[in-house]
Every structure is written in structure tokens, then in C-alpha cells.
């Protein structure tokens, strides 16, 4: 059975940083693509990042380019946020998602498998 776990996440300060983790047990992930998505209160799940099988190509989302970084290590089968800067209009629920392709964008239904989430507070 394929699962993603999702940590890291928690309260922070504007301006602060977190970093979240995303753990693949199950199957290997190593050739597929892999992204975060988040959902606030009230608001459609949004796209945040995306990465390749290899690493070598990223996407992001206008709104968190610049501060977000997003990162693999295929041999822990782990996908990483690293997210500085953080601003209010960042709190949410982030989620981990494995697509089935070997690059994806930002649309969710690239993705087959998803996390439960982890939840990020922004304090002002």
C-alpha cells in the first residue's frame, strides 16, 4: 500500500522558515514526478511545487517563487519544501502528491497519489 506522510509543519512567524518533508513507503518513487499543493480555509486546493523524477526541473507557483525551494532524495524516498519568508497568506494545509509521469505540472489530477497533510501557521 502506497503512502505519503507529510512533517514539518507548525507555527512560525512571519518572516520565519519551515521545512517540510514528505516520506514515500510503499513503492519507489524515483522515477516519478512529485509536488506540494496547500489549502487554506475556505479556498480550492493550489499548486505550490513541483519536481521532476531527477530532480534537475522544478516549477512553482508565482506566489511562493523566490522563497520556496523544493528538492528530492531518491534514495530516502523523500521529498522536501523548504519555505523562507514565510508570509500569513501562506498558512494551510500542504500536501504531498506522486504523479504518474516522469515530470508534472500543476494540476492535480497529474497526481495519483496524495498525503493527508500537514499544517502550516503563519502568525502576523
Known amino acids: 500500500q502506497v503512502r505519503l506522510v507529510e512533517s514539518g509543519g507548525g507555527l512560525v512567524q512571519a518572516g520565519g522558515s519551515l521545512r517540510l518533508s514528505c516520506a514515500v513507503s510503499?513503492?519507489?518513487?524515483?522515477?516519478?514526478?512529485m509536488g506540494w499543493f496547500r489549502q487554506a480555509p475556505g479556498k480550492e486546493r493550489e499548486f505550490v511545487s513541483a519536481?521532476?523524477?531527477?530532480?534537475?526541473?522544478?516549477r512553482y507557483a508565482n506566489s511562493v517563487k523566490g522563497r520556496f525551494t523544493i528538492s528530492r532524495d531518491n534514495a530516502r524516498n523523500t521529498v522536501y519544501l523548504q519555505m523562507t519568508s514565510l508570509k500569513p497568506e501562506d498558512a494551510a494545509v500542504y500536501y504531498c502528491?506522486?504523479?504518474?509521469?516522469?515530470?508534472?505540472?500543476?494540476?492535480?489530477?497529474?497526481?495519483?497519489?496524495w498525503g493527508e497533510g500537514t499544517q502550516v501557521t503563519v502568525s502576523s
Open positions: 519536481i521532476n523524477w531527477s530532480g534537475g526541473s522544478t
Open positions: 502528491a506522486a504523479a504518474r509521469a516522469y515530470d508534472s505540472g500543476s494540476h492535480s489530477y497529474e497526481y495519483d497519489y
Open positions: 510503499g513503492r519507489t518513487f524515483s522515477r516519478n514526478a
